[in-house]
């Protein structure tokens, strides 16, 4: 069995770096849970985006060959999101 850490948060770098870190504990980070979601914030009306990701640790033993691979294609997945259009202010 796997422990899973789902990562949430709104500001893009510490998303990033709170992945990062994971990662250098052996955490793999499972690339079809990675979400942005656009929320507006009630206070400001401003649209916001909150970056969330689930983090399997691997079982102590296994084979973690696959964990470089995964991590080279988390990195290109977090490049290819930075380079989609901004959400507009629009009501969904």
Do not use: Q
């Not at 510490?14 to 009630?42: D, Q, W």
């Not at 401003?46 to 060959?65: C, F, N, Q, Y």
């Amino acid at each position: 069995m796997s422990d899973v850490i789902v990562v949430r948060e709104w500001d893009a770098d510490s998303f990033h770096r709170r992945v990062l870190e994971l990662e250098a504990k052996g955490y793999v980070a499972r690339r079809e849970t990675y979400r942005i979601t656009p929320e507006m914030s009630p206070e400001t009306g401003e649209i916001v985006h909150l970056h969330a990701i689930e983090m399997l640790r691997p079982v102590i033993g296994t084979d973690t060959s696959h964990t470089e691979k995964t991590s080279r294609s988390y990195s290109t997945c977090c490049r290819l999101s930075a380079m989609r259009t901004p959400f507009t202010n629009t009501m969904l």
